[in-house]
């Protein structure tokens, strides 16, 4: 709002519009996963809804809309049904980290624009919480407006959460939006290859915008350390080029490794920070928390262990128990 008092006094418009202004209308039925933060969990929440009906053996597609930062022109409307076209596409690690898990199960997705309420007027508005970062579905814009409207509100990563912490986001939700379906889900972590965490000495690669300016305490990678008895290794004394200015940016960054990677020079320091840690042996094993084959964009000469999310509810009721009700019903029509 400072920005916005120099614009008023210079004799600009300033504008808030709502996002009903710039939705789509869309001739299928719209299931729009949105969040508080980024970070909170929308890759795996919308791949359970994408899942649901394929199971019931129709046909889904998801559509994500993620800040673009190549040629906009180019990339107004994007299709990716294979690995292969993220690469025809040039997409920057955090675009790819977008799409790679939807293609990876098999799903086509679909991009274009930007925006982080639903891109398309949804018929089911879920929003997923952080039940590490309490607090946040109240004080960030635009994760603010998706929590007031939303018709399904999922409490995620519960199982590293402290009672306290989810009781305030239920409370805030029955407090500002009390017609919302109140769902909890855990967010285990699965490892690949957990015989190279256990007891190891680690570095946690993990997904560049959670930790930066989403504020995430922890990511995939680093729980999944803590989970098997590792040793973190705090990368900062080995930190190449552009990094640097990250960590001075981010101050609040952990024991952990932000995969950045917008432009061709941050993926170089990347994968030089990690070799800069091989050098001097102070790792054995590079853990990779990011949503994408991290060793696909860079070349990594060490022994890598990869670690997912998933989504687990917790009793009822359930992402398929609302869309049963909610959407089936509009396709059956």
Do not use: W
């Amino acid at each position: 709002m400072e920005l916005a008092a120099i614009a008023l006094a210079n004799g600009a418009d300033f504008r808030l519009i709502s996002p009903y202004e710039t939705m789509i209308k869309s001739t299928r039925p719209v299931v729009a996963v949105c969040a508080t933060r980024t970070g909170c969990g929308k890759s795996q929440t919308t791949r359970a809804v994408v899942k649901f009906f394929k199971d019931k053996g129709l046909r889904v597609v998801s559509i994500r809309h993620p800040m673009p930062y190549g040629d906009l022109v180019k990339q107004r409307v994007q299709r990716f049904a294979t690995i292969a076209d993220l690469t025809l596409h040039k997409c920057t690690i955090e675009e790819a980290e977008e799409y790679e898990p939807h293609v990876a199960m098999g799903s086509v997705i679909f991009s274009g624009g930007n925006n982080d309420s639903s891109f398309y007027k949804p018929d089911l508005l879920i929003v997923v919480a952080d039940a590490l970062r309490p607090g946040h579905e109240l004080n960030h814009y635009p994760g603010d407006v998706n929590f007031l409207t939303a018709n399904v509100i999922i409490i995620n990563k519960i199982n590293g959460a402290t009672t306290g912490q989810i009781e305030e986001i239920i409370a805030n939700a029955r407090r500002l939006n009390p017609k919302a379906t109140i769902i909890k889900a855990k967010s285990p972590v699965t490892v690949d290859k957990p015989e190279l965490i256990r007891g190891q000495r680690v570095l946690a690669v993990e997904d560049g915008p959670s930790c930066t300016h989403g504020d995430l305490p922890i990511g995939a990678g680093t729980a999944a350390a803590k989970q098997l008895m590792a040793q973190l290794v705090d990368p900062r004394p080995y930190l190449a080029g552009s990094l640097r200015e990250t960590f001075v940016r981010y101050p609040n960054i952990g024991p952990l490794l932000p995969a950045m990677g917008y432009d061709p020079e941050q993926v170089a320091d990347l994968q030089q920070t990690i070799q800069n840690m091989l050098d001097v042996k102070v790792i054995d094993t590079v853990v990779i928390g990011t949503p994408i084959d991290l060793g696909r964009i860079i070349k990594i000469s060490a022994p890598c262990a990869r670690v997912t999310y998933s989504l687990e509810e917790v009793g009822h009721p359930t992402i398929a128990d609302i869309l049963d009700e909610k959407i089936m019903p509009l396709i059956q029509a």
